[in-house]
Protein backbone atom coordinates (compact mmCIF):
# COMPACT_ATOMS: atom_id res chain seq x y z
CA UNK A 1 0.00 0.00 0.00
CA UNK A 2 1.14 3.23 -1.28
CA UNK A 3 0.03 6.96 0.07
CA UNK A 4 1.38 9.96 -2.13
CA UNK A 5 2.05 12.68 -0.29
CA UNK A 6 1.99 16.39 -2.31
CA UNK A 7 3.75 19.44 -0.22
CA UNK A 8 2.87 22.66 -1.23
CA UNK A 9 5.12 25.48 -1.51
CA UNK A 10 4.92 26.78 1.42
CA UNK A 11 5.59 23.92 3.01
CA UNK A 12 9.00 23.53 1.55
CA UNK A 13 9.47 27.44 1.57
CA UNK A 14 12.55 27.20 3.77
CA UNK A 15 14.98 24.87 5.27
CA UNK A 16 12.90 24.77 7.94
CA UNK A 17 9.80 24.01 6.62
CA UNK A 18 12.06 21.10 4.31
CA UNK A 19 13.41 19.67 7.79
CA UNK A 20 10.07 19.57 9.07
CA UNK A 21 8.26 17.69 5.84
CA UNK A 22 11.57 15.04 6.24
CA UNK A 23 10.36 14.62 9.49
CA UNK A 24 6.91 14.14 8.83
CA UNK A 25 7.60 11.55 5.40
CA UNK A 26 10.02 9.68 7.96
CA UNK A 27 8.37 9.01 11.14
CA UNK A 28 5.05 8.00 9.04
CA UNK A 29 6.20 3.88 9.09
CA UNK A 30 4.73 1.41 7.37
CA UNK A 31 5.27 1.31 3.52
CA UNK A 32 7.63 4.40 1.69
CA UNK A 33 5.73 7.43 0.22
CA UNK A 34 5.65 8.78 -3.44
CA UNK A 35 6.76 12.59 -2.44
CA UNK A 36 5.69 15.17 -4.98
CA UNK A 37 7.30 19.00 -4.44
CA UNK A 38 5.74 22.24 -5.39
CA UNK A 39 8.55 24.90 -5.56
CA UNK A 40 9.38 27.13 -3.14
CA UNK A 41 6.72 29.39 -1.89
CA UNK A 42 7.62 32.55 -3.89
CA UNK A 43 9.84 30.75 -6.70
CA UNK A 44 7.53 30.21 -9.78
CA UNK A 45 6.52 33.87 -9.27
CA UNK A 46 10.54 35.18 -9.41
CA UNK A 47 11.02 33.12 -12.37
CA UNK A 48 7.98 34.58 -14.16
CA UNK A 49 9.70 38.00 -13.37
CA UNK A 50 12.80 36.82 -14.44
CA UNK A 51 11.09 36.19 -18.15
CA UNK A 52 9.62 39.64 -18.29
CA UNK A 53 12.73 41.44 -17.04
CA UNK A 54 14.54 39.45 -20.05
CA UNK A 55 12.31 39.57 -22.35
CA UNK A 56 12.50 43.61 -22.25
CA UNK A 57 16.36 43.00 -22.42
CA UNK A 58 16.40 45.08 -18.70
CA UNK A 59 19.76 42.69 -17.64
CA UNK A 60 19.66 44.22 -14.69
CA UNK A 61 16.64 43.27 -12.80
CA UNK A 62 17.41 40.02 -14.77
CA UNK A 63 20.14 39.53 -12.95
CA UNK A 64 18.41 40.65 -9.36
CA UNK A 65 16.13 38.10 -9.78
CA UNK A 66 18.94 35.38 -10.96
CA UNK A 67 20.69 36.62 -7.82
CA UNK A 68 17.53 36.30 -5.68
CA UNK A 69 16.68 32.54 -7.28
CA UNK A 70 20.71 31.27 -6.35
CA UNK A 71 20.54 33.18 -2.82
CA UNK A 72 16.98 31.67 -1.68
CA UNK A 73 18.20 27.93 -2.78
CA UNK A 74 22.10 28.10 -1.46
CA UNK A 75 20.84 29.38 1.61
CA UNK A 76 18.54 26.66 2.14
CA UNK A 77 20.89 24.39 1.56
CA UNK A 78 23.46 25.48 4.09
CA UNK A 79 20.79 25.61 6.39
CA UNK A 80 20.56 21.68 5.87
CA UNK A 81 23.39 21.21 7.46
CA UNK A 82 23.55 17.69 5.08
CA UNK A 83 26.05 15.29 4.81
CA UNK A 84 29.39 16.49 3.01
CA UNK A 85 28.58 14.86 0.27
CA UNK A 86 25.01 14.83 0.08
CA UNK A 87 25.89 18.59 0.28
CA UNK A 88 27.89 18.81 -2.55
CA UNK A 89 25.72 16.74 -4.57
CA UNK A 90 22.88 18.76 -4.12
CA UNK A 91 25.16 22.17 -4.72
CA UNK A 92 26.43 20.73 -8.13
CA UNK A 93 22.49 19.97 -9.17
CA UNK A 94 21.83 23.53 -7.85
CA UNK A 95 24.58 25.21 -9.84
CA UNK A 96 23.53 22.96 -13.26
CA UNK A 97 19.74 24.65 -12.75
CA UNK A 98 21.26 28.22 -12.15
CA UNK A 99 23.42 27.76 -15.18
CA UNK A 100 19.88 26.75 -17.32
CA UNK A 101 18.13 29.56 -15.95
CA UNK A 102 20.90 32.33 -16.51
CA UNK A 103 20.80 30.64 -20.62
CA UNK A 104 17.15 31.02 -21.12
CA UNK A 105 17.38 34.39 -19.85
CA UNK A 106 20.04 35.33 -21.68
CA UNK A 107 18.28 33.66 -25.02
CA UNK A 108 14.73 35.25 -24.25
CA UNK A 109 16.70 39.08 -23.71
CA UNK A 110 18.84 37.94 -27.13
CA UNK A 111 15.48 37.36 -28.89
CA UNK A 112 13.18 39.42 -27.15
CA UNK A 113 10.63 37.15 -27.26
CA UNK A 114 9.36 33.96 -25.12
CA UNK A 115 8.65 30.77 -26.69
CA UNK A 116 5.90 28.15 -24.90
CA UNK A 117 8.59 25.89 -24.72
CA UNK A 118 11.28 28.12 -23.53
CA UNK A 119 9.06 29.44 -20.78
CA UNK A 120 8.32 25.95 -19.53
CA UNK A 121 12.13 25.11 -19.37
CA UNK A 122 12.80 27.89 -17.35
CA UNK A 123 9.38 27.37 -15.16
CA UNK A 124 9.97 24.26 -13.95
CA UNK A 125 13.89 24.82 -12.53
CA UNK A 126 11.56 25.76 -8.84
CA UNK A 127 10.46 22.04 -8.72
CA UNK A 128 13.89 21.22 -10.30
CA UNK A 129 15.33 22.37 -7.25
CA UNK A 130 13.21 21.86 -4.29
CA UNK A 131 12.55 18.61 -5.13
CA UNK A 132 15.89 17.30 -4.79
CA UNK A 133 16.51 19.59 -1.67
CA UNK A 134 13.16 17.14 -0.06
CA UNK A 135 15.22 14.18 -1.03
CA UNK A 136 18.26 15.15 0.39
CA UNK A 137 16.56 16.23 3.81
CA UNK A 138 14.92 12.09 3.76
CA UNK A 139 18.38 10.84 3.06
CA UNK A 140 20.27 13.05 6.35
CA UNK A 141 16.99 11.81 8.26
CA UNK A 142 17.73 8.09 7.89
CA UNK A 143 14.87 7.57 4.94
CA UNK A 144 16.07 5.44 2.16
CA UNK A 145 15.09 8.03 -0.65
CA UNK A 146 15.60 8.48 -4.30
CA UNK A 147 14.95 11.40 -6.07
CA UNK A 148 13.33 10.73 -9.95
CA UNK A 149 13.21 13.71 -12.78
CA UNK A 150 9.69 13.87 -13.15
CA UNK A 151 10.37 14.20 -16.66
CA UNK A 152 11.00 10.81 -16.65
CA UNK A 153 7.79 9.90 -15.54
CA UNK A 154 5.09 12.06 -16.27
CA UNK A 155 4.23 11.88 -20.25
CA UNK A 156 2.26 14.96 -21.45
CA UNK A 157 1.48 16.39 -25.12
CA UNK A 158 3.59 19.08 -26.66
CA UNK A 159 1.50 21.93 -25.15
CA UNK A 160 3.38 23.85 -23.71
CA UNK A 161 2.20 26.14 -20.86
CA UNK A 162 -0.70 23.72 -20.27
CA UNK A 163 0.15 20.26 -21.06
CA UNK A 164 -2.65 17.59 -21.39
CA UNK A 165 -1.40 14.40 -19.73
CA UNK A 166 -1.01 10.85 -21.18
CA UNK A 167 -2.05 8.74 -18.46
CA UNK A 168 -1.69 5.80 -19.92
CA UNK A 169 2.21 6.15 -21.25
CA UNK A 170 2.29 7.64 -17.40
CA UNK A 171 1.56 4.82 -16.25
CA UNK A 172 4.02 2.46 -18.01
CA UNK A 173 6.71 5.09 -16.92
CA UNK A 174 5.82 4.87 -13.25
CA UNK A 175 5.69 1.03 -13.36
CA UNK A 176 9.11 0.39 -14.65
CA UNK A 177 10.38 3.38 -12.73
CA UNK A 178 8.93 4.33 -9.59
CA UNK A 179 6.99 0.43 -8.42
CA UNK A 180 10.54 -0.94 -8.47
CA UNK A 181 11.48 1.57 -5.89
CA UNK A 182 8.71 1.39 -3.62
CA UNK A 183 8.57 -2.43 -3.57
CA UNK A 184 12.45 -1.70 -2.66
CA UNK A 185 11.28 0.25 0.19
CA UNK A 186 12.51 3.87 -1.21
CA UNK A 187 10.97 6.64 -0.56
CA UNK A 188 10.41 8.51 -4.15
CA UNK A 189 10.57 12.14 -3.94
CA UNK A 190 9.58 14.09 -7.81
CA UNK A 191 8.26 17.50 -8.48
CA UNK A 192 5.12 18.58 -9.69
CA UNK A 193 4.22 20.89 -12.18
CA UNK A 194 6.76 18.99 -14.68
CA UNK A 195 6.31 16.89 -17.43
CA UNK A 196 7.50 15.82 -20.90
CA UNK A 197 6.46 16.01 -24.10
CA UNK A 198 7.05 12.88 -26.56
CA UNK A 199 10.14 14.30 -28.12
CA UNK A 200 11.58 15.20 -24.61
CA UNK A 201 11.31 18.70 -24.15
CA UNK A 202 9.97 19.94 -20.91
CA UNK A 203 6.33 21.10 -20.25
CA UNK A 204 4.79 21.94 -17.18
CA UNK A 205 0.36 21.38 -15.84
CA UNK A 206 -0.22 24.98 -15.60
CA UNK A 207 -1.19 26.70 -11.93
CA UNK A 208 -2.21 24.26 -9.59
CA UNK A 209 0.20 21.62 -11.25
CA UNK A 210 1.31 20.29 -8.65
CA UNK A 211 -1.77 19.28 -6.96
CA UNK A 212 -2.58 17.61 -10.67
CA UNK A 213 0.89 15.95 -10.81
CA UNK A 214 0.02 14.03 -7.39
CA UNK A 215 -3.39 12.60 -8.33
CA UNK A 216 -1.80 11.68 -12.00
CA UNK A 217 0.80 9.66 -9.94
CA UNK A 218 -1.32 8.09 -7.36
CA UNK A 219 -3.93 6.76 -10.65
CA UNK A 220 -0.34 5.74 -12.90
CA UNK A 221 0.45 3.73 -9.42
CA UNK A 222 -3.28 2.67 -9.40
CA UNK A 223 -2.50 1.31 -13.01
CA UNK A 224 -0.07 -0.37 -12.18
CA UNK A 225 -1.11 -2.56 -10.02
CA UNK A 226 0.30 -0.68 -6.94
CA UNK A 227 -2.12 -0.18 -4.21
CA UNK A 228 -2.85 3.29 -3.23
CA UNK A 229 -4.26 4.26 0.00
CA UNK A 230 -5.00 7.95 -0.69
CA UNK A 231 -3.32 10.97 -1.79
CA UNK A 232 -2.60 13.65 0.74
CA UNK A 233 -2.11 17.57 -0.57
CA UNK A 234 -0.03 19.31 2.39
CA UNK A 235 -0.84 23.06 2.43
CA UNK A 236 -1.20 25.47 4.79
CA UNK A 237 -4.58 25.30 6.12
CA UNK A 238 -6.71 22.81 8.15
CA UNK A 239 -8.73 21.79 4.90
CA UNK A 240 -12.11 22.61 4.04
CA UNK A 241 -14.42 24.57 6.39
CA UNK A 242 -18.03 25.29 6.52
CA UNK A 243 -17.51 28.70 5.18
CA UNK A 244 -14.63 31.12 4.97
CA UNK A 245 -12.80 31.81 8.51
CA UNK A 246 -12.28 35.54 7.55
CA UNK A 247 -15.98 35.71 7.12
CA UNK A 248 -17.61 33.82 9.47
CA UNK A 249 -15.16 32.95 12.59
CA UNK A 250 -16.87 30.49 13.66
CA UNK A 251 -16.58 28.06 10.25
CA UNK A 252 -14.85 25.14 11.37
CA UNK A 253 -13.50 21.81 9.87
CA UNK A 254 -15.32 19.82 6.82
CA UNK A 255 -14.06 16.16 7.42
CA UNK A 256 -15.49 15.01 4.06
CA UNK A 257 -17.06 15.93 1.18
CA UNK A 258 -18.10 14.33 -2.23
CA UNK A 259 -16.24 15.15 -5.53
CA UNK A 260 -19.00 16.79 -6.71
CA UNK A 261 -19.48 18.93 -3.15
CA UNK A 262 -15.49 19.85 -3.69
CA UNK A 263 -16.33 20.99 -7.52
CA UNK A 264 -19.30 23.43 -6.14
CA UNK A 265 -17.36 24.75 -3.52
CA UNK A 266 -14.28 25.43 -5.57
CA UNK A 267 -16.31 26.79 -8.30
CA UNK A 268 -18.34 29.05 -5.94
CA UNK A 269 -15.35 30.73 -4.35
CA UNK A 270 -13.52 28.12 -1.89
CA UNK A 271 -10.10 27.59 -3.22
CA UNK A 272 -8.60 25.13 -0.92
CA UNK A 273 -8.31 22.58 -3.61
CA UNK A 274 -9.33 22.87 -7.39
CA UNK A 275 -11.22 19.65 -8.29
CA UNK A 276 -9.81 19.33 -11.34
CA UNK A 277 -6.46 18.44 -9.87
CA UNK A 278 -7.75 15.26 -8.48
CA UNK A 279 -10.07 13.83 -11.28
CA UNK A 280 -7.51 11.32 -12.17
CA UNK A 281 -7.29 9.89 -8.39
CA UNK A 282 -11.37 10.37 -7.56
CA UNK A 283 -11.92 8.42 -10.90
CA UNK A 284 -10.57 5.63 -9.52
CA UNK A 285 -11.84 5.47 -6.07
CA UNK A 286 -8.77 7.42 -4.36
CA UNK A 287 -9.79 9.29 -1.44
CA UNK A 288 -7.41 12.93 -1.53
CA UNK A 289 -6.54 14.26 2.07
CA UNK A 290 -6.61 17.87 2.24
CA UNK A 291 -4.30 18.22 5.23
CA UNK A 292 -1.90 20.91 7.12
CA UNK A 293 1.87 20.71 7.35
CA UNK A 294 1.90 23.56 10.62
CA UNK A 295 -0.59 21.11 12.40
CA UNK A 296 0.20 17.61 11.54
CA UNK A 297 -1.91 15.97 14.16
CA UNK A 298 -5.48 17.54 12.45
CA UNK A 299 -7.41 15.49 10.17
CA UNK A 300 -8.01 17.74 7.21
CA UNK A 301 -10.75 16.94 4.63
CA UNK A 302 -10.95 13.67 3.01
CA UNK A 303 -12.72 14.13 -0.32
CA UNK A 304 -14.22 10.69 -1.97
CA UNK A 305 -15.89 10.17 -5.37
CA UNK A 306 -18.80 9.99 -2.89
CA UNK A 307 -19.12 10.95 0.61
CA UNK A 308 -21.85 9.55 3.54
CA UNK A 309 -24.68 11.69 4.31
CA UNK A 310 -27.07 14.65 3.11
CA UNK A 311 -27.68 17.69 3.84
CA UNK A 312 -25.39 21.51 3.87
CA UNK A 313 -21.48 21.01 4.20
CA UNK A 314 -20.81 24.17 3.52
CA UNK A 315 -21.58 27.63 2.11
CA UNK A 316 -19.01 29.46 -0.47
CA UNK A 317 -19.57 32.55 -1.42
CA UNK A 318 -17.52 34.89 -4.59
CA UNK A 319 -17.17 38.35 -4.77
CA UNK A 320 -16.10 41.03 -8.26
CA UNK A 321 -19.46 39.74 -9.93
CA UNK A 322 -21.92 41.42 -12.68
CA UNK A 323 -25.41 40.48 -13.78
CA UNK A 324 -26.60 41.01 -16.94
CA UNK A 325 -30.58 41.16 -18.14
CA UNK A 326 -31.39 40.24 -22.16
CA UNK A 327 -34.84 40.54 -22.49
CA UNK A 328 -36.99 40.44 -25.80
CA UNK A 329 -41.03 39.90 -25.57
CA UNK A 330 -40.97 39.07 -28.79
CA UNK A 331 -39.01 36.33 -28.68
CA UNK A 332 -42.02 34.59 -26.33
CA UNK A 333 -41.97 30.77 -27.44
CA UNK A 334 -39.76 31.78 -30.31
CA UNK A 335 -36.91 28.33 -30.75
CA UNK A 336 -33.23 29.40 -30.75
CA UNK A 337 -33.33 32.56 -28.73
CA UNK A 338 -31.34 31.13 -26.07
CA UNK A 339 -28.85 29.45 -28.48
CA UNK A 340 -28.58 33.26 -30.04
CA UNK A 341 -27.43 34.73 -26.77
CA UNK A 342 -25.28 32.20 -25.64
CA UNK A 343 -23.71 32.21 -28.54
CA UNK A 344 -22.42 35.92 -28.00
CA UNK A 345 -20.57 35.14 -24.95
CA UNK A 346 -18.63 32.12 -26.89
CA UNK A 347 -17.65 34.39 -29.73
CA UNK A 348 -16.00 37.09 -26.92
CA UNK A 349 -14.94 34.18 -25.33
CA UNK A 350 -16.44 35.39 -22.14
CA UNK A 351 -17.45 32.54 -19.33
CA UNK A 352 -20.80 32.31 -17.81
CA UNK A 353 -21.53 31.71 -14.47
CA UNK A 354 -25.29 31.53 -12.74
CA UNK A 355 -28.01 31.42 -15.22
CA UNK A 356 -31.79 31.60 -14.93
CA UNK A 357 -34.42 32.13 -17.60
CA UNK A 358 -38.14 32.91 -18.28
CA UNK A 359 -39.64 32.59 -21.28
CA UNK A 360 -38.72 36.24 -22.84
CA UNK A 361 -35.60 36.77 -20.42
CA UNK A 362 -32.12 35.24 -19.29
CA UNK A 363 -30.39 36.90 -16.24
CA UNK A 364 -26.34 35.72 -16.46
CA UNK A 365 -23.93 36.27 -14.17
CA UNK A 366 -20.06 36.69 -15.60
CA UNK A 367 -16.90 37.68 -13.96
CA UNK A 368 -16.66 41.44 -13.54
CA UNK A 369 -13.49 41.92 -15.44
CA UNK A 370 -15.02 39.88 -18.31
CA UNK A 371 -14.91 42.51 -21.51
CA UNK A 372 -18.45 42.88 -21.52
CA UNK A 373 -18.39 45.94 -24.24
CA UNK A 374 -18.44 43.92 -27.41
CA UNK A 375 -21.04 41.03 -25.70
CA UNK A 376 -23.49 44.01 -24.72
CA UNK A 377 -23.41 45.80 -28.21
CA UNK A 378 -24.06 42.40 -30.08
CA UNK A 379 -26.75 41.34 -27.39
CA UNK A 380 -28.31 44.96 -28.37
CA UNK A 381 -28.77 43.87 -31.53
CA UNK A 382 -32.02 41.66 -30.79
CA UNK A 383 -32.64 42.23 -27.50
CA UNK A 384 -32.64 44.37 -24.59
CA UNK A 385 -30.02 44.40 -22.62
CA UNK A 386 -29.00 45.64 -18.65
CA UNK A 387 -25.84 45.03 -16.51
CA UNK A 388 -25.92 45.61 -13.10
CA UNK A 389 -22.31 45.44 -11.56
CA UNK A 390 -20.79 44.61 -7.60
CA UNK A 391 -22.83 41.62 -6.86
CA UNK A 392 -21.51 38.24 -5.17
CA UNK A 393 -22.78 34.85 -5.82
CA UNK A 394 -23.55 32.53 -2.99
CA UNK A 395 -23.71 29.18 -2.69
CA UNK A 396 -24.81 26.84 -0.20
CA UNK A 397 -23.63 23.48 -0.92
CA UNK A 398 -24.54 19.75 0.22
CA UNK A 399 -25.32 16.28 -1.07
CA UNK A 400 -29.53 15.64 -2.11
CA UNK A 401 -30.13 19.37 -1.61
CA UNK A 402 -32.54 19.24 -4.59
CA UNK A 403 -34.47 16.68 -3.10
CA UNK A 404 -34.39 17.66 0.21
CA UNK A 405 -37.48 19.19 1.75
CA UNK A 406 -37.50 22.63 3.50
CA UNK A 407 -33.64 23.35 2.45
CA UNK A 408 -34.96 26.74 0.43
CA UNK A 409 -37.20 27.72 3.00
CA UNK A 410 -34.21 27.42 5.39
CA UNK A 411 -32.30 29.42 3.14
CA UNK A 412 -34.20 31.90 2.20
CA UNK A 413 -35.59 32.91 5.84
CA UNK A 414 -32.20 32.73 7.05
CA UNK A 415 -31.27 35.96 4.76
CA UNK A 416 -34.38 37.92 6.04
CA UNK A 417 -33.80 41.35 4.39
CA UNK A 418 -30.83 40.65 2.00
CA UNK A 419 -32.46 41.69 -1.07
CA UNK A 420 -31.74 38.38 -3.86
CA UNK A 421 -31.17 39.83 -7.10
CA UNK A 422 -30.88 36.34 -9.03
CA UNK A 423 -31.95 32.55 -8.00
CA UNK A 424 -30.60 29.20 -9.28
CA UNK A 425 -31.74 25.95 -7.96
CA UNK A 426 -32.14 22.65 -9.50
CA UNK A 427 -29.84 22.24 -12.11
CA UNK A 428 -27.78 21.05 -9.39
CA UNK A 429 -28.66 18.49 -6.43
CA UNK A 430 -25.61 19.76 -4.50
CA UNK A 431 -26.57 23.34 -4.38
CA UNK A 432 -28.47 26.40 -3.89
CA UNK A 433 -27.44 29.47 -5.68
CA UNK A 434 -28.48 33.27 -5.60
CA UNK A 435 -26.63 36.35 -6.04
CA UNK A 436 -26.92 39.47 -3.70
CA UNK A 437 -25.15 42.88 -3.42
CA UNK A 438 -21.47 42.50 -2.79
CA UNK A 439 -21.77 44.62 0.25
CA UNK A 440 -24.77 42.03 1.27
CA UNK A 441 -22.76 39.00 0.63
CA UNK A 442 -20.63 38.46 3.76
CA UNK A 443 -23.75 39.45 6.54
CA UNK A 444 -25.53 36.69 4.04
CA UNK A 445 -23.22 34.17 4.48
CA UNK A 446 -22.87 34.85 8.34
CA UNK A 447 -26.79 34.33 8.26
CA UNK A 448 -26.81 31.23 6.41
CA UNK A 449 -23.72 29.41 8.62
CA UNK A 450 -25.86 30.19 12.23
CA UNK A 451 -29.34 28.82 10.74
CA UNK A 452 -27.48 25.36 9.12
CA UNK A 453 -24.10 24.98 11.56
CA UNK A 454 -24.88 26.88 14.52
CA UNK A 455 -28.20 26.93 15.54
CA UNK A 456 -29.19 24.42 18.30
CA UNK A 457 -30.44 21.59 16.80
CA UNK A 458 -28.98 22.41 13.15
CA UNK A 459 -25.44 20.89 13.48
CA UNK A 460 -24.52 18.17 10.91
Not at 209 to 229: E, K, M, N, P, Q
Request: hydrophobic share 45%; net charge negative; aromatic share 4%.
Amino acid sequence: MTDVLKFGGTSVGTAERIQDVARLVGTRGGDPCLVVVSAMGGVTDLLEALKSSSKVKDRAAAEAALEVLAARHRAALEALALPAAESRACAAALDEELRRARELSLGISLLEEISPRTSDALLAIGELISSRLVAAALRARGTDTVWIDPREILATDPTHGAAQPDEKEAARRVSARVVPELEAGRTVVTGGFVGAAPDGSTTTLGRGGSDYSAALFGAALYDAGRAVDRIEIWTDVDGILTADPRVVPAARLVPEVSAAEAAELAFFGAKVLHPATIRPAVARGIPVAVRNTFRPEGAGTVVRRDAAGTGVRAIAMRTGVTALFVGNPRMLLAYGYAARVFSVFERHRVSVDVIATSEVSISITVDERAPLEGVVRDLAEFAEVSLLPHLAVVSVVGKGLRSTAGIAVRVFGALGDVNVVLISQGASDTNVTFVVDADDAPKALRRLHREFFESEGHGR
